[in-house]
């Protein structure tokens, strides 16, 4: 199985900060990599696919980069609604791994 | 615009079987993988297994002697079954449509809360 592994697990923020969360695979997952955005109760949002590609209707304000291991989420401006857990996702080869999440929160 | 509604049973004992189902509105049923992911409370998410709609499946090695899935494409549905199950499968599970390029998930359903208690 592919691991993933995310970073940090939490980290704490102000609005309008630019924010960087990533991952890293346990062997070259290529560009298969998805980000995910989750609210208390609600089920997971997809963010970006296939590493880098903006998912229809997602604000311009997150961006993902990376290929081969290593991956990253930024949310270049935060605001209030970004406050979430996020997920990566490696969907190159089953089983379909997560990251284990980095819940961003409000200084 | 597709959605995802699900239902099964909510709340089982240890051994028995969960057994929950996806409705899929909207567009096609052919041409995608169909997923099942849980999150058991307060922990991250799990991706459980997929399925097409010729029926050809991948499963989480973790779960694969336990776990089966179903697609009923006359009726645009997708099953997931888990026997013997045990507090551990205590969660939320959802259900998702996958593309067959780089397999990214991005309709989910909104959960089915299963809880296995005696």
């Known amino acids: 199985d592919i691991q993933v592994t995310q970073s940090p697990s939490s980290l704490s923020a102000s609005v309008g900060d630019r924010v960087t969360i990533t991952c890293r695979a346990s062997?070259?997952?290529?560009?298969?990599l998805n980000w995910f955005q989750q609210k208390p109760g609600k089920a997971p949002k997809l963010l970006i696919y296939?590493?880098?590609t903006l998912q229809s209707g997602v604000p311009s304000r997150f961006s993902g980069s990376g290929s081969g291991t290593d991956f990253t989420l930024t949310i270049s401006s935060l605001q209030p609604e970004d406050f979430a857990t996020y997920y990566c996702?490696?969907?190159?080869?089953?089983?379909?791994?997560f990251g284990q999440g980095t819940k961003v929160d409000m200084k | 615009q597709v959605r995802l509604e699900q239902w099964g049973a909510g709340l089982l004992q240890p051994s028995e079987t969960l057994s929950l189902t996806c409705q899929v509105y909207?567009?096609?049923?052919?041409?995608?993988?169909w997923s099942w992911i849980r999150q058991p409370p307060g922990k991250g998410l799990e991706w459980i297994g997929e399925?097409?709609?010729?029926?050809?499946?991948n499963y989480n090695p973790s779960l694969k002697s336990r776990v089966s899935m179903s697609v009923d494409t006359s009726n645009n549905q997708f099953s997931l079954t888990l026997n013997s199950v045990t507090a551990a499968d205590t969660g939320v599970y959802f259900c998702?449509?996958?593309?067959?390029?780089?397999?990214?998930?991005?309709?989910w359903g909104n959960g089915t809360t299963v809880t296995v208690s005696s």
């Open positions: 996702q490696q969907s190159y080869s089953a089983p379909r791994t």
């Open positions: 062997q070259t997952i290529t560009s298969s």
């Open positions: 399925i097409n709609y010729s029926g050809s499946t």
């Open positions: 296939a590493a880098s």
């Open positions: 909207g567009r096609s049923f052919t041409g995608f993988f």
């Open positions: 998702a449509r996958t593309f067959y390029y780089h397999y990214y998930m991005d309709v």
